[in-house]
C-alpha cells in the first residue's frame, strides 16, 4: 500500500476488527460454564421498602467456591424479600438461607446443557465473523472509491489483498477464542 489516501481505510479496518474481536470475547464471558459468579444474580431485583432494586444494592454476593454463591443482606430483615427475588426471577435456582445467608448450590451442567450452551458461543463466533465480513465489504468499497478518485489500479489490488489476509487473520482470532470457550464449557 504506497498511496497514503488508503492509509485511512486501514486504520478504520484494524480498529473496527479489534472492536468485532474485543466484542465476541466479552459475550463470551458472558456465557458460564456452571461455574458460580456473582453477576448471575446481576437480573435479580429486590423489593426493598416498596422499590425494585438490583440485588447488589442490598446484600453482599459472593461465591465461596465454584459451585455455589453465598448472598449475605446488609440488612437481616431483607432475608425473606432477597430470596423471594431469586425465586421471582426464575434463573433455575433454589435458594436456602439460615438467617443470616441466602446459599444458592449450582448443579453441574448436563452434557445436553453443554451442548445447548456450545451452540449459542457457536452462534456468536458466528456472529463476530459477520460484522469483521462486513467491515471487510466496508474498506473493500472504500477502496474502489479511491481507485474512481485517483489511486493507480495496482495500489488498490494490494489494498484488497491486505484487507483480505487481515479479515482472515480476524477471523482466525475468533475461532481461537470460540474453540477455548468450547472446551471449557465440555470440561467435565
Not at 14 to 25: G, I, L, R
Not at 80 to 88: F, L, S
Not at 124 to 137: L, T
Given at each position: 500500500m504506497s498511496d497514503p489516501r488508503l492509509k485511512p481505510l486501514f486504520d478504520l479496518l484494524?480498529?473496527?476488527?479489534?472492536?468485532?474481536?474485543?466484542?465476541?470475547?466479552t459475550e463470551f464471558t458472558k456465557i458460564r460454564a456452571g461455574k458460580a459468579h456473582p453477576s448471575m444474580l446481576d437480573a435479580?431485583?429486590?423489593?426493598?421498602?416498596?422499590?425494585?432494586v438490583p440485588i447488589s444494592q442490598v446484600?453482599?454476593?459472593?461465591?465461596?467456591?465454584?459451585r455455589s454463591i453465598a448472598v449475605q443482606p446488609w440488612e437481616?430483615?431483607?432475608?425473606?424479600?432477597?430470596?423471594?427475588?431469586?425465586?421471582?426471577?426464575?434463573?433455575?435456582?433454589?435458594?436456602s438461607n439460615d438467617g443470616a445467608t441466602i446459599r444458592i448450590s449450582l448443579p453441574p451442567l448436563t452434557e445436553d446443557r453443554r451442548k445447548e450452551i456450545v451452540k449459542k458461543v457457536k452462534a456468536?463466533?458466528?456472529?463476530?465473523?459477520?460484522?469483521?465480513?462486513?467491515?471487510?465489504?466496508e474498506v473493500n468499497e472504500g477502496i474502489k472509491k479511491s481507485q474512481k478518485d485517483g489511486v493507480p489500479e495496482d495500489d488498490c489490488k494490494t489494498a484488497e489483498q491486505q484487507?483480505?489476509?487481515?479479515?482472515?487473520t480476524y477471523i482466525k482470532k475468533i475461532d481461537d477464542l470460540c474453540a477455548a470457550k468450547e472446551a471449557d464449557l465440555m470440561q467435565v
Open positions: 484494524k480498529e473496527s476488527m479489534d472492536a468485532a474481536v474485543e466484542h465476541a470475547a435479580v431485583k429486590v423489593d426493598y421498602y416498596g422499590s425494585l446484600a453482599n454476593i459472593n461465591t465461596p467456591d465454584a437481616k430483615n431483607m432475608i425473606q424479600a432477597i430470596e423471594k427475588g431469586i425465586i421471582i426471577a426464575n434463573l433455575g435456582f433454589a435458594p456468536e463466533a458466528e456472529h463476530a465473523k459477520i460484522q469483521v465480513r462486513n467491515i471487510r465489504k484487507v483480505q489476509k487481515t479479515t482472515d
